[in-house]
């Protein structure tokens, strides 16, 4: 399987302590040049600068295709670059978070996942425990609403 992903799931599941699903779930997984450099960034958090500092075999670079789009020229170049990949190399998905790049990926016939979606697939599978993640992700900045929470810690709700 081909797995595309920006900058946004990587740094959550780094903070979070589950960025190893990743590998599970997917095998290896594909960044472009745009998202190693966000993530190497000075403002990024400094457990994630050291992650990717010694990243892991199954993380992988690569250049994307330098193609802007009407629909990506609105998102950020992590998002756009990750995007392109994913439409290059004939990705199964590209991991997004941001609303407006998602609409843009599906525009082009790419299949998305975001953070939470990552961390139901892996409960799904018995590899994390769904609502001590959703926990740990609400200790960070990651935004999402009460009520896509409840729906996923909760689904009887």
């Known amino acids: 399987m081909t797995v595309v992903s920006n900058t946004t799931p990587l740094n959550y599941l780094i903070l979070i302590g589950r960025v190893d699903l990743l590998s599970k779930l997917y095998g290896s997984v594909i960044i472009p040049e745009a998202v190693f450099n966000e993530l190497t960034a000075p403002s990024t958090p400094r457990l994630v600068r050291d992650w990717i500092a010694n990243k892991p075999s199954w993380l992988l670079i690569q250049q994307?295709?330098?193609?802007?789009?009407?629909?990506?020229?609105?998102?950020?170049?992590?998002?756009?670059?990750?995007i392109e990949l994913a439409k290059s190399v004939g990705s199964n998905y590209v991991l997004l978070d941001d609303r407006r790049a998602r609409r843009a990926a599906k525009h082009h016939g790419v299949n998305v996942v975001g953070t939470l979606g990552i961390l139901v697939s892996a409960a799904d599978k018995g590899l994390t425990n769904l609502n001590d993640a959703i926990n740990d992700l609400k200790q960070t900045n990651f935004r999402a609403s009460h009520r896509l929470f409840e729906s996923l810690t909760n689904p009887e709700n």
Request: glycine share 6%.
């Open 64 to 82: 994307a295709p330098q193609v802007i789009s009407a629909e990506t020229a609105e998102v950020q170049i992590g998002e756009r670059e990750a």
